[in-house]
């Protein structure tokens, strides 16, 4: 088989991470095979009969040989595993956020001070406000809770508790949230620079645990900001989540 | 047959690649990742890199058929338009290259493959950044230690004498404040969580305890992207540029993504004076919006946030309803068209050209699903630690010291020798699963074809990119403020100018303060 110009290599000493290590490999084979049928000639090949000779339909089949051997992808967009649910591994919780809680094992978790508040998690405070935020606990983690509160409104005092350090999936509503518990990012994130434009209460980069849809919660954002200069001296500097005791 | 390259155009065409290189790793490494639930990112980025790749080449050499590069640079400097720090700064040199690299990691490449493109495509960003930058003098905003400082003193007259000054609780502060949140919201997602439809740029020195950042939004309305129409065609604006002066703050970087971090930290609440501004390619320079009054700035502020949030809840509930393919389809052609306006700017965008994706870049589709897309993409710039990403151990990158860089140079060796395809040839055939465009675009002379705008922007040809006024720089303003030409070409400036109509080109910065509203 031909042998490609990156194949010799003094100091690659693999692929890259497992997955594209499987695609990059089999995507080189490919390659080898066609430029053998080719008759071989890289620079008649590479911008001529490669493009000919490399097709969609072969670059599929490179990911259905992955998928054929039990691998399931990880999901980052919601839309990828609703589309291929066979292709990509469950969303935990995704479906049903009422007995959803996240549980992150870094999380801090304290028993209950004399008003009732256990620490049941950490966050960076996006802007340091005058007073704590309090509210109620809700999940949203896809479009169909995003599209619930848009069609019926976002119920009053909503701390909503997301996993998308993004500044989408939240769009049409965000403006309505008394505060935010992100379970990413940082407070540079794209989430983290709209809650600041907007004033709304941020925790992002949030550990928390055993904290579900209708709780009661206490967001430390009378604390300290986090800063950009924090993260690069790897600092802590997180502020805490607090789980009000139930009244019943 | 590929024409060969100089040793010195080699030379020159490596300390480039080793330059984006080094600044696209500190950037990377010193902010997050983009994440989202809504789009899938990295796969569109991956997209877009590899479409750059096919495409670019041969759509600036069409662009440059109709105006050089650096022209169009000087032509730029005086509007709102995405094809300044983020587009042309970083977009347009790194988002080439990285399909570059993402090819030879994948053996469907070499690294001298396509290398006259890659010498093409780097000269270009060259002379357009060298003229873009030339009143602060800097290629890039690395070279000036990330800072951005554009404009000339003539527009930063006008800027700093119209602002209208404002504190924390003022109508007009929490109007603005709140027209910024809307729109960098709906920015995001028209841009599908892509940070490239707001920059800013500055500092500017307004007084000693002040500096000016300018703040751009682009792409807000019925324009270039398809899934904006029908959304966005009562945002009355495409393009939007605020001033804000900040009050006992000092902006330390204002880097090509975007971003600006100040000490002490930047607050809100410091905002003490703001304006709002349109232009596009077809303005002589910015035109004030609802700058004839306070209470006039307040109301335009207030209702062009409500412009927003109506477009913003719009094309949320259209984007819920596309396929993934749609969404990958929509952010990589939001990447790979972030330099599109300089085919505005020369007067020859076409959709075929700038809303399509390549067969070339199409058929690696099925690779990208969600997992390889970020693990790869990841790879590529910040571990590297892809094949093509490795060099001798000696080596120490700057920034990480790994024996590592982000972009393979060209070898010397091919000197003389031949032995690679200098283009990937010209633009293949095109698809997109997105819905036909609507052939309506918004401009500042109201809604118009494509043709038609092409049309209009080839006859027109500002005043201060003309012949008579383009050179003249502010080294020639130093030793020339008195001249008749001097007062002429501030006057045009000035023209919509509140504060300033028809003052010309005497005033120094405390004149411009002493004439500005006090509350």
Redesign the interface.
């Known amino acids: 088989m031909a042998r490609?110009?990156?194949d010799t290599?003094?100091?690659?000493?693999?692929?890259?991470?497992p997955?594209?290590e499987a695609?990059?490999s089999a995507?080189?084979d490919l390659?080898?095979r066609k430029l053998d049928e080719s008759g071989g000639d890289?620079?008649a090949f590479?911008?001529g009969k490669?493009?000919e000779l490399?097709?969609?339909k072969e670059?599929?089949a490179?990911?259905a040989r992955l998928l054929a051997t039990g691998h399931r992808?990880?999901?980052?967009?919601?839309?990828?595993q609703r589309?291929r649910p066979d292709?990509?591994k469950p969303v935990a919780g995704s479906e049903d956020p009422a007995t959803f809680s996240f549980e992150h094992p870094d999380a801090r978790v304290e028993a209950a001070d004399a008003q009732g508040r256990e620490v049941r998690g950490q966050g960076d405070n996006v802007?340091q406000g005058k007073t704590n935020t309090v509210g109620i606990a809700r999940y949203f983690?896809?479009?169909d809770n995003?599209?619930h509160c848009?069609n019926e409104g976002v119920p009053d005092n909503t701390i909503a508790i997301i996993?998308?350090?993004?500044?989408?999936?939240t769009?049409?509503i965000?403006?309505k949230f008394k505060g935010v518990i992100c379970a990413?990012?940082?407070i540079?994130?794209?989430l983290g620079?709209?809650t600041?434009?907007?004033?709304i209460p941020c925790l992002m980069n949030a550990r928390i645990s055993g904290i579900h849809e209708g709780d009661t919660v206490e967001l430390e954002t009378a604390g300290p900001?986090k800063?950009?200069e924090m993260y690069?001296r790897g600092e802590d500097g997180s502020v805490r989540i607090w789980k009000h005791a139930s009244k019943n | 047959m590929s024409k060969e390259l100089s040793y010195a155009q080699l030379l020159e065409t490596n300390n480039l690649l080793q330059n984006h290189g080094e600044e696209t790793y500190w950037l990377c490494v010193?902010?997050?990742v983009?994440?989202?639930?809504?789009?899938?990112?990295?796969a569109y980025i991956l997209l877009s890199y590899l479409n750059a790749f096919y495409r670019w080449p041969t759509l600036l050499r069409k662009i440059e058929k109709h105006m050089p590069a650096e022209r169009i640079a000087d032509r730029v400097r005086n509007a709102t338009t995405k094809i300044e720090t983020i587009g042309t700064g970083w977009c347009l040199p790194n988002f080439y290259l990285l399909g570059r690299e993402h090819l030879?990691?994948?053996?469907?490449?070499?690294?001298q493959?396509?290398i006259e493109d890659v010498a093409y495509v780097l000269d270009f960003w060259k002379r357009y950044s060298l003229s873009w930058r030339r009143n602060e003098g800097h290629i890039s905003a690395r070279e000036a230690n990330h800072r951005c400082q554009i404009y000339p003193e003539r527009k930063l007259q006008v800027f700093h004498a119209d602002q209208y000054p404002c504190e924390a609780g003022d109508a007009l502060h929490t109007a603005a404040?709140?027209f910024?949140?809307?729109t960098?919201?709906?920015g995001?997602?028209a841009s599908?969580?892509c940070?490239v439809s707001m920059t800013a740029h500055g500092p500017y020195k307004v007084a000693d305890d002040c500096e000016m950042l300018v703040r751009n939004f682009y792409d807000l309305s019925q324009s270039d992207y398809p899934w904006l129409d029908g959304v966005a065609d009562d945002v009355p604006y495409n393009c939007l540029t605020v001033t804000t002066s900040v009050k006992d703050t000092h902006f330390y970087l204002v880097d090509d993504w975007g971003?600006f971090?100040a000490k002490p930290?930047y607050?809100?609440e410091n905002i003490c004076g703001v304006g709002l501004y349109t232009s596009d390619p077809l303005t002589e320079t910015h035109v004030p919006v609802g700058m004839g009054s306070r209470e006039e700035l307040t109301k335009t502020f207030e209702d062009l946030a409500e412009k927003m949030?109506e477009a913003?809840?719009k094309l949320?509930?259209r984007?819920?309803t596309?396929?993934?393919d749609q969404?990958l389809d929509a952010g990589a052609l939001v990447y790979y068209s972030i330099i599109k306006d300089i085919a505005h700017f020369a007067g020859c965008y076409e959709i075929d050209d700038w809303m399509m994706i390549d067969?070339?870049a199409?058929?690696?589709?099925?690779?990208l699903?969600?997992?390889?897309?970020?693990?790869?993409l990841?790879?590529m710039l910040v571990p590297l630690?892809?094949?093509?990403s490795?060099?001798?151990?000696y080596f120490m990158m700057l920034h990480g010291n790994q024996?590592r860089r982000v972009y393979t140079p060209f070898q010397y060796a091919l000197l003389g020798k031949g032995?690679?395809?200098g283009?990937?040839?010209g633009m293949?055939p095109g698809s997109s699963s997105l819905p036909k465009k609507v052939d309506r675009y918004r401009t500042t002379q109201g809604l118009i074809s494509n043709a038609e705008y092409n049309r209009r922007v080839k006859a027109f040809t500002p005043q201060l990119a003309s012949e008579k006024f383009r050179d003249l720089d502010e080294t020639w303003v130093k030793y020339h403020y008195d001249t008749p030409l001097a007062d002429e070409m501030y006057r045009i400036e000035q023209q919509y100018s509140r504060k300033l109509k028809g003052k010309g080109a005497g005033l120094r910065r405390a004149d411009i303060e002493a004439l500005r509203d006090r509350s």
């Open positions: 490609l110009f990156v290599d003094k100091f690659a000493d693999s692929e890259g991470p997955i594209v695609f990059h995507l080189k390659v080898r890289w620079n590479v911008f490669a493009q490399i097709t969609a670059i599929a490179v990911e992808y990880t999901v980052s967009a919601m839309i990828s589309e292709a990509y802007v983690r896809n479009n995003v599209m848009l996993d998308d350090s993004g500044g989408t999936l769009a049409p965000l403006e990413g990012g940082t540079r994130s794209h620079i709209l600041r434009e907007y004033g900001a800063t950009g690069q | 010193t902010r997050t983009q994440e989202s639930k809504l789009f899938p990112v990295s030879i990691n994948m053996g469907m490449i070499r690294p493959d396509a404040g709140k910024m949140a809307a960098a919201q709906y995001f997602l599908c969580e940070r971003s971090e930290d607050k809100a949030r913003n809840t949320w509930r984007l819920a596309y396929s993934r969404l067969e070339r199409q058929r690696f589709r099925g690779l699903n969600d997992e390889y897309s970020n693990e790869v990841g790879a630690t892809l094949p093509s490795q060099v001798q151990e024996s032995d690679y395809v283009s990937v040839g293949g």
